[in-house]
C-alpha cells in the first residue's frame, strides 16, 4: 500500500473487523427476539403480570447465558420472588425458604441508592454513546474530504 494512503482500520467494539461486528449483530439480533417475545407475551396476557415476569426471567437468562435466573421484587418493606427460569427443584426450595423476606431499612435505602446509580450510569452510557456516534460521523464526514487534498510529499 502506498505511503501517502491510510492504513485501514477494523471496525467493531467487541473485536477486530467483520468478526466483532458479526458478534454484535447476533447479540442485537437475540435481543430483538426476546423483546418480540416478551412484549408477545405481554399482548397475549392482558393484566396478568406473571407470564410476563417468567419471559423476562428466560430472556435473561438465555441472553446472558445463565445456568438460572431470578426475579426479585420490592413490595413495600417485603422482598419477594416473583419469577424464575433454570433453578433445580432443591435451589427454587432454598429461596422459598428465605423468600419473602422483610425488608430492612438499610436495604431498602441501599436498593434505592443502586437503582438510582443505574439510572444515573444509563444515562451517561446514553450520553457517551450518542458522542462517540457524532464523531464516528465526523471521522466519516472527514475521511470523504481527504480525497480532496493532495498527498503530503515525503521531507
Not at 433445580?88 to 438499610?106: D, G, K, S, W, Y
Amino acid at each position: 500500500m502506498p505511503a501517502d494512503q491510510p492504513t485501514p482500520h477494523p471496525v467493531g467494539t467487541r473485536g477486530e473487523g467483520v468478526e466483532g461486528l458479526s458478534q454484535e449483530l447476533s447479540d442485537a439480533l437475540d435481543q430483538q427476539a426476546a423483546t418480540a417475545q416478551i412484549l408477545r407475551v405481554i399482548s397475549e396476557s392482558p393484566g396478568n403480570l406473571q407470564p410476563v415476569l417468567d419471559a423476562i426471567a428466560h430472556s435473561a437468562n438465555r441472553l446472558c447465558d445463565g445456568v438460572f435466573s431470578a426475579l426479585f421484587r420490592l413490595e413495600g418493606e417485603t422482598i419477594q420472588l416473583v419469577a424464575h427460569d433454570g433453578l433445580a427443584p432443591e435451589q427454587l426450595e432454598a429461596i422459598r425458604r428465605v423468600f419473602p423476606v422483610r425488608a430492612t431499612r438499610e436495604g431498602v435505602r441501599l436498593f434505592h441508592e443502586i437503582r438510582e446509580k443505574s439510572e444515573a450510569l444509563a444515562a451517561l452510557n446514553a450520553t457517551l454513546e450518542a458522542r462517540v456516534a457524532a464523531q464516528v460521523t465526523q471521522l466519516e464526514r472527514l475521511g470523504r474530504l481527504k480525497r480532496f487534498f493532495s498527498p503530503s510529499s515525503p521531507s
